[in-house]
């Protein structure tokens, strides 16, 4: 690939039909309507794991779709368009209750992000005295909650994992003590993609009796996970990466196993329920769903969902895989390229972090933007704790973020890419 | 005994009255979305409104799916 044609404004002929080679259909869109060149580059796009892009046909007509012809406000009215919204708000909640296999729909409770999901179970369930056990992986939507719990008289006991991500089931049940109430996971690294044991974790809450949180933003909808055969009392999730919907969605599913009486909301206010009490409602999903809804974002997040559920995720899942693969084999292959986690796609989500000896992660990133159209995310990854446990702390890493709509030619593109600036270091 | 045809389904949320008004379309029993009348509670929201011969068949299906009902009130 090289840069003769950097500063035209149109790529010639021969430089789109690379660019229509090195984008080739991935598993997604079969078209590469979705893809535009740079400076005579095709733009590949490998940040999925920061958010998806392209979104599936469909989604941003439901957004729009939604604010043209709904835009009532759901549960505050009973006109057509309030009950519509309702029934849009509905609509996207049984699919993520299908996708995640959670017992009741209306225990799909609605926020703006998988932070406020997980917000709103930790500081809704731990109270002082109380022990909660998590692991050396966790983003700042986990810990950072933690620490200022921990200032508040809750007790943290963050389990090592090894430096490759793997996370050993038996020195979580070896951190229980009488006082735990909580195991919080990811089900994968957001840095180094590697598959948490919640399945196995989930055994053991359960055995002791103990709420199982699992923060699901990196696997939701790219990877199985079924709530009720986990074991998990409470899912978090976010809506815009491998959901498919828009910024700006997400939630917490609240399993039937869970007593809800345990969960105190984040925010109180308006519901469009009890409205003849000044006490926020105790049923679900309404106490925790104070305030207006993003609808349009909801109408976006279901046609997401529903985008997953008529490919499978076990199809989406096994085009990841591949390509996850092909990249970490291909990087390894590269002299002066540290890849880091267990190089082996079957135990990790399409998240893979590397770094060029004696380069800088910010200077790859750029460069890789600049010179070759491709994106990426570089640095700590809001996941200092991963940084700590891989071995790569305060440097980070180069983080590529695969998903359904890359290919392999793009996987292609990309090592010829990084091969070439880390040649240009030695 | 009614005399009105009507009865209505009073539960805790919209969310449940449109859950409600799925469950009962998929176990095949007509329903409409109807504002709660002010005569029955002062909530404000919607509620179900049901055929009153279809009561018993109504409170079996919500309740198998467990869609909270606050009560049903003949109209």
Request: with cysteine; glycine share 10%.
């Amino acid at each position: 690939m090289s840069p003769r044609n950097r500063g035209r404004s149109r790529a010639p002929a021969s430089e789109q039909a690379y660019a229509t080679w090195a984008n080739g259909p991935g598993e997604g869109d079969a078209t590469t309507d979705h893809l535009e060149t740079r400076r005579g580059y095709a733009m590949i796009y490998f940040d999925n794991a920061a958010t998806s892009w392209p979104k599936p046909s469909g989604v941003a007509e439901a957004m729009a779709g939604f604010i043209t012809n709904g835009g009532g406000n759901p549960g505050r009215s009973s006109h057509r368009k309030a009950i519509e919204a309702g029934r849009v708000v509905y609509s996207a909640r049984e699919a993520v209750a299908r996708l995640f296999n959670a017992p009741d729909p209306l225990r799909v409770v609605f926020g703006s992000n998988v932070t406020e999901a997980l917000n709103l179970a930790l500081n809704g369930v731990l109270r002082p005295a109380d022990h909660v056990v998590t692991s050396s992986v966790e983003h700042n939507s986990v810990m950072r909650p933690l620490r200022a719990l921990e200032r508040r008289g809750v007790e943290v006991t963050v389990v090592a994992c090894a430096p490759d991500g793997t996370l050993d089931p038996d020195r979580v049940e070896c951190a229980i003590r009488q006082n735990t109430v909580m195991i919080v996971l990811n089900h994968a690294s957001n840095v180094v993609g590697t598959i948490l044991p919640v399945t196995e974790v989930g055994a053991i809450a359960r055995s002791h009796q103990i709420i199982f949180l699992v923060d699901a933003a990196q696997t939701g909808g790219a990877y199985p996970l079924d709530m009720q055969d986990a074991n998990i009392g409470l899912l978090a999730f976010t809506g815009h990466k491998s959901l498919y919907g828009p910024m700006g969605t997400g939630g917490l599913i609240v399993s039937d196993r869970f007593d809800s009486d345990r969960l105190h909301p984040l925010k109180r206010g308006g519901t469009g329920s009890s409205s003849e009490s000044e006490e926020q409602p105790d049923f679900l999903p309404d106490m925790g769903e104070s305030g207006t809804l993003n609808v349009p974002g909801l109408a976006g997040l279901h046609a997401g969902v529903r985008w997953v559920l008529d490919r499978g995720v076990a199809r989406i899942r096994a085009h990841e895989a591949a390509l996850t693969q092909r990249l970490i084999d291909g990087l390894r292959s590269i002299a002066g390229i540290t890849v880091y986690g267990t190089g082996d796609a079957a135990l990790q989500v399409a998240t893979v972090s590397f770094n060029i000896a004696g380069m800088d992660p910010a200077e790859v990133g750029l460069r890789l933007d600049d010179e070759y159209g491709i994106m990426c995310r570089v640095g700590l990854h809001c996941c200092p704790a991963a940084h700590k446990t891989i071995g790569t702390f305060p440097r980070g890493t180069v983080r590529f973020g695969l998903g359904p709509m890359n290919s392999k030619a793009q996987v292609d593109a990309t090592l010829d890419a990084v091969r070439t600036l880390a040649g240009r270091r030695r | 005994m009614s005399g009105s045809a009507y009865a209505v389904v009073l539960v805790p949320s919209s969310s449940h009255a449109i859950r409600g008004e799925h469950v009962l379309n998929m176990a095949g029993i007509a329903s409409k979305l109807i504002p709660v009348p002010r005569t029955i509670s002062s909530e404000c929201g919607v509620c179900l409104r049901i055929a009153h011969h279809d009561r018993e068949a109504v409170e079996k299906a919500l309740n198998e799916a467990r869609v909270l009902i606050h009560r049903i009130v003949d109209l």
